[in-house]
């Protein structure tokens, strides 16, 4: 009766659809390897995607690499090569790696392909028949050394907005606001190095700002993490632009009727999902229309929390005037750091993994468990070598693969190798029904680390169970009842095999091999948990299902890592050096710096990094806008005493003018303000 009423409030919880759910990863960008930073998003998908499976519904999961661009030109110039063999090398490189890793998608495309290319064409035409798109001569960069227009990363210069230095489609050190082509102040070619010159250049437009109240409509019912729909509103609610979706590349899908223009990557590349839609479908033999046209059918993004603009604002906005279903849901992952560092390629601190991981012998579940129990997904995960081994030993080896093992050993030596008799404890049945639910309301909420501690908590249960029942004693005084704590325990140990299989799916099916269960436990349904195992049914041959991580192998792991940041710090010193210019004394002097004091803090719509300040310098309250807001709390910062250059020529960032600068150091990305040791008079100068 209980297993009964169970998968009747399952069925309740998870709705099964008619038509398939189709999940989607962010395309990795194929111009280098895959890092531990990718799998932050592609394994909690691979987790979701597996669990759905496993509960009944019809799952469809896409994904495939973004091959345009001018990061991928600038590589394969500087490799020598074309960009479709630099698209094709690294495209094969991270397929590879996803399936050593367990994520096994239903298709995995390119974004070159021509079925990406007939669709972004397809869906570009109807938006120009549609009146959504518009011509328009525009200013831009242009290098006269290199004798070509100067697309996105071919340029660098200063953010219009923040006063930052900034790439050429976004500010990537100040305000993190998207930019568009001829908007970057200052511009540079990042090739050769000559000032740019500003020539007209006719480029198509997006009437992205009239579908400001279809996106405020659509973010309000948009389902996934808060951190995501919450981040998308701010933006539609500030100020929404149209968008330039053309670049003057030769390599990418050529705008309709144009040679000389190619679409923005960001128009091609999230078409790909539909695209590689269409390429499973036609090897399924079903229709792609199933997923993306009509009514919702439940498509889900899993992101990274640094595209989220493009995924809840620019892709809907597209999806809605080209006349295609929108997702239902867009799932962002808090970003990852290396050792409670930011991370970052160019100074070595990185984690690569194939070279790393993979490479070094270790098994793809004890990552991916990792990544699913460490944090909320929405929330920054911290990899260090010491806590990785650590999570490692305490709970797979000392409490999961402990549990098990001992409820196999100990039946298979006392019973004959086989399933005891025995009534199972209603008790042990009611704790695997509460864990199934936990587990359900995490998936619900996207909360995988709710989902893997709620089954880690079962597996304490089953330690704590198996000691305090001491079948070893029983099995002397009364077999019967060590039968029944064993078959309690064999009960518990099933169903940590059924719902741990999507998070470590090769190790548990060792499991469920070693439990004497046949087929694949993929194809379980989570409810069978609850369905008890058969008295006298053989059982496997008990093994160790976790190796611990010893401290000398950990100690090696973390010197590689080490001698990585290094190098990387010795390659960049010579040229930090070489920026360093000289200033006289006189120089210094005249700079006005004083002790202020925060009065006021306030968060400026649209910019998750920057703050309006109200700082007093002594007898007078200056506006200043710091890019301090992923560092500190506004209502940690009112009467902080800080450092403040005075006379610096105000500058407009966010629209917003700021008539001070705080001086701060650059600590791994993080700003650290320099404030007096011991307090002292608001308004005192620094000499």
Same mark, same amino acid.
């Given at each position: 009766?209980?297993?009964?009423?169970?998968?009747?409030? *399952?069925?309740?919880?998870?709705?099964?659809?008619?038509?398939?759910?189709?999940?989607?990863?962010?395309?990795?960008?194929?111009?280098?390897?895959?890092?531990?930073?990718?799998?932050?998003?592609?394994?909690?998908?691979?987790?979701?995607?597996?669990?759905?499976?496993?509960?009944?519904?019809?799952?469809?999961?896409?994904?495939?690499?973004?091959?345009?661009?001018?990061?991928?030109?600038?590589?394969?110039?500087?490799?020598?090569?074309?960009?479709?063999?630099?698209?094709?090398?690294?495209?094969?490189?991270?397929?590879?790696?996803?399936?050593?890793?367990?994520?096994?998608?239903?298709?995995?495309?390119?974004?070159?392909?021509?079925?990406?290319?007939?669709?972004?064409?397809?869906?570009?035409?109807?938006?120009?028949?549609?009146?959504?798109?518009?011509?328009?001569?525009?200013?831009?960069?242009?290098?006269? $050394?290199?004798?070509?227009?100067?697309?996105?990363?071919?340029?660098?210069?200063?953010?219009?907005?923040?006063?930052?230095?900034?790439?050429?489609?976004?500010?990537?050190?100040?305000?993190?606001?998207?930019?568009?082509?001829?908007?970057?102040?200052?511009?540079?070619?990042?090739?050769?190095?000559?000032?740019?010159?500003?020539?007209?250049?006719?480029?198509?437009?997006?009437? @992205?700002?009239?579908?400001?109240?279809?996106?405020?409509?659509?973010?309000?019912?948009?389902?996934?993490?808060?951190?995501?729909?919450?981040?998308?509103?701010?933006?539609?609610?500030?100020?929404?632009?149209?968008?330039?979706?053309?670049?003057?590349?030769?390599?990418?899908?050529?705008?309709?009727?144009?040679?000389?223009?190619?679409?923005?990557?960001?128009?091609?590349?999230?078409?790909?999902?539909?695209?590689?839609?269409?390429?499973?479908?036609?090897?399924?033999?079903?229709?792609?229309?199933?997923?993306?046209?009509?009514?919702?059918?439940?498509?889900?993004?899993?992101?990274?929390?640094?595209?989220?603009?493009?995924?809840?604002?620019?892709?809907?906005?597209?999806?809605?005037?080209?006349?295609?279903?929108?997702?239902?849901?867009?799932?962002?992952?808090?970003?990852? $750091?290396?050792?409670?560092?930011?991370?970052?390629?160019?100074?070595?601190?990185?984690?690569?993994?194939?070279?790393?991981?993979?490479?070094?012998?270790?098994?793809?579940?004890?990552?991916?468990?990792?990544?699913?129990?460490?944090? +909320?997904?929405?929330?920054?995960?911290?990899?260090?070598?010491?806590?990785?081994?650590?999570?490692?030993?305490?709970?797979?080896?000392?409490?999961?693969?402990?549990?098990?093992?001992?409820?196999?050993?100990?039946?298979?030596?006392?019973?004959?190798?086989?399933?005891?008799?025995?009534?199972?404890?209603?008790?042990?049945?009611?704790?695997?029904?509460?864990?199934?639910?936990?587990?359900?309301?995490?998936?619900?909420?996207?909360?995988?680390?709710?989902?893997?501690?709620?089954?880690?908590?079962?597996?304490?249960?089953?330690?704590?169970?198996?000691?305090?029942?001491?079948?070893?004693?029983?099995? $002397?005084?009364?077999?019967?009842?060590?039968?029944?704590?064993?078959?309690?325990?064999?009960?518990?140990?099933?169903?940590?095999?059924?719902?741990?299989?999507?998070?470590?799916?090769?190790?548990?099916?060792?499991?469920?091999?070693?439990?004497?269960?046949?087929?694949?436990?993929?194809?379980?349904? *989570?409810?069978?948990?609850?369905?008890?195992?058969?008295?006298?049914?053989?059982?496997?041959?008990?093994?160790?299902?976790?190796?611990?991580?010893?401290?000398?192998?950990?100690?090696?792991?973390?010197?590689?890592?080490?001698?990585?940041?290094?190098?990387?710090?010795?390659?960049?010193?010579?040229?930090?050096?070489?920026?360093?210019?000289?200033?006289?004394?006189?120089?210094?002097?005249?700079?006005?710096?004083?002790?202020?004091?925060?009065?006021?803090?306030?968060?400026?719509?649209?910019?998750?990094?920057?703050?309006?300040?109200?700082?007093?310098?002594?007898?007078?309250?200056?506006?200043?806008?710091?890019?301090? +807001?992923?560092?500190?709390?506004?209502?940690?910062?009112?009467?902080?005493?800080?450092?403040?250059?005075?006379? @610096?020529?105000?500058?407009?960032?966010?629209?917003?003018?700021?008539?001070?600068?705080? *001086? +701060?150091?650059?600590?791994?990305?993080?700003?650290?303000?320099?404030?007096?040791?011991? +307090?002292?008079?608001?308004?005192?100068?620094?000499?």
């Amino acid at each position: 009766m209980v297993i009964t009423l169970f998968i009747a409030s *399952l069925s309740k919880k998870i709705v099964m659809r008619d038509r398939p759910v189709l999940v989607t990863c962010g395309l990795p960008y194929t111009n280098g390897p895959c890092h531990l930073g990718h799998l932050r998003t592609y394994v909690p998908a691979d987790f979701y995607a597996r669990y759905l499976r496993r509960s009944g519904e019809k799952v469809v999961f896409i994904c495939g690499s973004d091959n345009h661009g001018t990061p991928i030109v600038v590589s394969a110039e500087k490799d020598g090569v074309s960009p479709r063999t630099l698209s094709e090398k690294y495209h094969a490189h991270f397929d590879l790696t996803f399936r050593r890793m367990g994520v096994i998608f239903d298709h995995f495309g390119m974004t070159d392909d021509q079925a990406n290319h007939r669709r972004t064409r397809s869906i570009v035409n109807r938006l120009i028949e549609n009146g959504h798109v518009y011509s328009k001569v525009i200013q831009q960069s242009y290098c006269t $050394k290199c004798k070509r227009f100067l697309p996105d990363r071919y340029v660098e210069g200063i953010c219009p907005h923040c006063g930052m230095p900034a790439r050429g489609d976004e500010c990537d050190q100040g305000c993190g606001r998207h930019l568009e082509p001829g908007e970057i102040r200052e511009p540079t070619c990042m090739v050769c190095g000559t000032k740019a010159e500003s020539r007209d250049q006719e480029h198509y437009f997006f009437r @992205l700002s009239e579908f400001k109240d279809f996106l405020i409509g659509y973010l309000d019912t948009l389902t996934g993490t808060l951190n995501a729909r919450n981040y998308a509103l701010g933006w539609v609610k500030d100020e929404l632009r149209d968008w330039c979706i053309t670049r003057t590349l030769h390599w990418g899908v050529k705008f309709p009727g144009r040679d000389d223009l190619v679409v923005y990557v960001w128009v091609d590349a999230p078409i790909g999902y539909i695209s590689f839609t269409e390429e499973w479908a036609e090897q399924a033999g079903t229709s792609w229309k199933d997923c993306w046209c009509g009514e919702p059918t439940g498509i889900t993004h899993f992101i990274g929390g640094d595209i989220v603009y493009h995924h809840c604002i620019f892709w809907p906005a597209m999806l809605k005037g080209a006349g295609y279903t929108l997702p239902s849901a867009v799932v962002a992952s808090g970003m990852l $750091k290396i050792d409670d560092k930011k991370f970052s390629k160019s100074r070595g601190n990185v984690i690569w993994v194939k070279d790393d991981y993979m490479d070094r012998g270790l098994h793809p579940d004890l990552l991916r468990y990792y990544l699913a129990s460490y944090t +909320a997904h929405n929330k920054e995960v911290n990899f260090a070598w010491n806590i990785f081994a650590d999570k490692v030993n305490s709970e797979l080896v000392g409490a999961f693969g402990n549990f098990i093992n001992r409820a196999l050993t100990f039946s298979v030596k006392n019973f004959e190798g086989k399933v005891p008799e025995g009534k199972i404890d209603a008790d042990v049945l009611a704790r695997i029904e509460e864990t199934m639910a936990e587990v359900i309301s995490g998936l619900e909420e996207y909360e995988f680390k709710k989902a893997t501690d709620s089954v880690m908590t079962l597996a304490d249960y089953g330690n704590t169970y198996f000691q305090s029942h001491e079948p070893w004693k029983l099995v $002397k005084s009364d077999k019967d009842a060590a039968g029944s704590v064993l078959r309690s325990c064999l009960q518990i140990a099933k169903a940590l095999v059924i719902l741990m299989e999507p998070v470590m799916p090769a190790k548990m099916q060792n499991a469920w091999k070693q439990l004497g269960m046949p087929g694949e436990v993929s194809k379980i349904a *989570l409810e069978d948990a609850l369905v008890p195992l058969d008295s006298g049914q053989s059982l496997g041959t008990p093994e160790i299902l976790f190796d611990r991580l010893e401290e000398k192998f950990v100690k090696e792991l973390e010197k590689i890592f080490m001698d990585r940041i290094k190098e990387a710090g010795y390659k960049g010193k010579g040229t930090q050096d070489k920026k360093i210019e000289e200033i006289s004394f006189e120089d210094f002097q005249s700079m006005d710096i004083r002790i202020g004091e925060i009065k006021n803090a306030e968060a400026i719509k649209g910019s998750n990094k920057l703050l309006k300040l109200a700082v007093d310098i002594g007898g007078e309250v200056r506006q200043v806008v710091a890019g301090i +807001a992923q560092s500190y709390a506004k209502e940690d910062l009112v009467g902080t005493q800080v450092v403040v250059l005075v006379n @610096l020529k105000p500058a407009k960032l966010f629209g917003i003018e700021s008539q001070a600068m705080l *001086l +701060a150091a650059d600590v791994e990305g993080r700003a650290v303000l320099l404030r007096p040791r011991d +307090a002292v008079e608001t308004g005192t100068k620094v000499r």
